[in-house]
């Protein structure tokens, strides 16, 4: 048994496993992950604290992805982005 076989014997049952964790999370888990790190990014870099706007924060960002043309817009950054780093 060649190396490429051993290798191959001992990752498909991992990558079987994440491919079954990612296909189990949902559009809209997806959407509030995103959702929720783009409202953490933008505290952060204007460093108005969640006190400061708490839900106004949200609710902005809340009705900026309740516009679907925003949200291609975000996943085209995201599709851009990976394709920057992998290429």
Request: charged share 30%.
């Amino acid at each position: 048994m060649n190396r490429q076989t051993e290798d191959y014997i001992s990752l498909k049952p991992i990558a079987d496993r994440f491919k079954n964790v990612a296909n189990s999370i949902t559009d809209n888990e997806i959407r509030n992950m995103i959702k929720n790190s783009l409202q953490r990014q933008i505290d952060e870099q204007l460093n108005l604290g969640l006190d400061t706007l708490g839900c106004r924060t949200t609710e902005i960002i809340d009705h900026w992805f309740d516009d679907y043309g925003n949200e291609d817009f975000v996943v085209t950054l995201i599709q851009n982005g990976l394709k920057k780093k992998f290429d």
